[in-house]
């Protein structure tokens, strides 16, 4: 049974750094596009970055463009999100997801078929 674990979630002031990882079991995570989407309370599920299998090509949503950075150690089966520059609007539970084989960054969440349990990110001003 395919698990992806996260960790790195917490409470941060406004400006500050937090590193996500998203440690996937039951299956290599070298071969798979990988997804971080985030859901603020009362929000829909939006996409937040994602990585392509070979690690070559990477997507962001605007709003964390710049900010944020996704990367993948595929010897340790780990992806992980770096952020920085953490802003209120930040706040939010925290989903890492995996797509299909071979798969691209894809924006869309219905292109990824398993889900961690979502850290929260909580960014105090």
């Not at 939010?92 to 398993?114: E, F, I, K, L, T």
Request: glycine share 12%; with cysteine; charged share 15%.
């Amino acid at each position: 049974q395919v698990q992806l674990v996260e960790s790195g979630g917490g409470l941060v002031q406004a400006g500050g750094s937090l590193r996500l990882s998203c440690a996937v079991s039951g299956r290599t995570s070298s071969t798979y596009g990988m997804g971080w989407f985030r859901q603020a309370p009362g929000k829909e599920r939006e996409f937040a970055a994602s990585i392509s299998w070979s690690g070559l090509i990477t997507y962001y949503a605007d709003s964390v463009k710049g900010r944020f950075a996704v990367s993948r150690d595929n010897a340790k089966n780990t992806v992980y999100l770096q952020m920085n520059n953490l802003q209120p609007e930040d706040t939010a539970v925290y989903y890492c997801a995996q797509g299909p084989p071979y798969g691209g960054a894809y924006r869309n969440p219905s292109a990824y078929d398993v889900w961690g349990q979502g850290p929260q990110v909580t960014v105090s001003s």
